[in-house]
């Protein structure tokens, strides 16, 4: 479907519609006049408000990237955060890799264990590997906390 069908299901409030024209923005299909990153973000939004919950994850990759609207940690983790809640191992992996970044915004060694297990428990390919390198920056204590925190987490 291209770019002038979605707008009018847009105008109707369909949440597909909009989680697709904000990946047209992303993307640049269409035409090459409607690349528009920035505009992303804010269809994603409105599609999530609608119970769409791939639109939660997208933000996030969003603002963590560089392309088009101003990095944003505190969103990206916002996001990532929301989706990861709803059972995205991918959005799991990436709060994670957040958490154990230095540039994130708050390096959190027992929060990025915990959510490297839960996309591990997920099913995430990448997450048992990070897991493991951030459990040698770990104190034994750090390690039981994550694991207690990552055992209570209700798996989706």
Known sequence: MGFLPQRGFVQQGDSDAQYNLAAMYIEGEGSPSYSDT?????????????????SQFSPGA????????????????HW???????GSSDAQFNLATMYANENSVSRDYIQAHRWY???????????????E????????????????????????
């Open 80 to 86: 990532y955060t929301k989706a990861a809640e709803q």
């Open 117 to 131: 297990s839960i996309a591990v428990n997920n099913g995430h390919k990448s997450a048992e590997t990070d897991r």
């Open 38 to 54: 920035t505009a992303a973000p804010n269809w994603l939004k409105k599609a999530e408000k609608l119970g769409l919950t791939k």
């Open 62 to 77: 969003i603002y963590s990237s560089k392309d088009g609207v101003s990095r944003d940690a505190a969103q990206a983790m």
């Open 133 to 156: 390198t951030v459990t040698l920056k770990m104190t034994l204590e750090q390690l039981l906390t994550a694991r207690k925190l990552a055992s209570e987490w209700p798996i989706k």
